[in-house]
């Protein structure tokens, strides 16, 4: 990634996280109420998915997949019993930087042409705080599955004055080692940890 881009996208993500927090601080529920419950579908306008992984030490690749979808099934009067499910179309990796993601789409990063998915399913999801908890899902990627573990952070829910419809939104961030699911091209000059941060709204459908 061109430095320029790589430092534009590191204010905008700064910038953006004192926004929320001053927004937050401002005024919003500090916990969810029973009328949250119901299946909730992504509102893939208001969502993203943003990674970073370790280039030599000197800096950090930032990219993005553009291509994604995902499902709550939320019970707000017991966490426990809510699910989670999201789909990646890594083919949609986005770094700003055309060679470099015709590589991560190759047999030796994401290999979309054998692997054209990468799957989330919750199997635990914990409160840990009135808006904060911790979800635990299976990750599948590149045919390989295993346990990942998401901090969550509960922003706000209530009707959408523009959208007309019930919402609900979410911050998640989390750690994974690549070589776990046996990407291990240039590890370690390329980071073997990945870590990510999710934005995304739900709408509530039933």
């Known amino acids: 990634m061109r430095l320029v881009s790589a430092l534009v996208a590191i204010s905008l993500l700064l910038i953006s996280a004192a926004n929320a927090q001053s927004t937050r601080s401002a005024a919003r529920p500090s916990r969810l109420s029973p009328e949250a419950t119901g299946v909730y579908e992504l509102d893939k306008n208001h969502a993203s998915i943003i990674f970073k992984v370790s280039h030599l030490g000197y800096s950090d690749y930032i990219g993005r997949f553009n291509d994604f979808d995902a499902r709550l099934n939320l019970n707000a009067a017991n966490l426990s019993a809510?699910?989670?499910?999201?789909?990646?179309?890594?083919?949609?990796?986005?770094?700003?930087?055309?060679?470099?993601?015709d590589k991560l789409r190759g047999d030796t990063y994401f290999n979309v042409s054998q692997f054209p998915e990468v799957k989330f399913t919750s199997t635990q999801i914990k409160q840990i705080a009135s808006n904060k908890g911790i979800i635990t899902g299976d990750l599948t990627m590149l045919g390989i599955t295993k346990s990942v573990a998401l901090n969550v952070t509960f922003k706000q829910a209530g009707m959408n004055p523009y959208a007309s419809v019930y919402t609900i939104g979410f911050e998640a961030t989390g750690t994974f080692k690549r070589s776990d699911f046996g990407m291990k091209t240039l590890v370690p000059q390329i980071g073997d940890e990945v870590q990510l941060l999710i934005e995304a709204e739900f709408h509530r459908k039933s």
Request: no cysteine; net charge negative.
């Open 82 to 101: 809510s699910v989670v499910e999201a789909t990646i179309q890594p083919g949609s990796v986005d770094t700003n930087n055309k060679e470099l993601e």
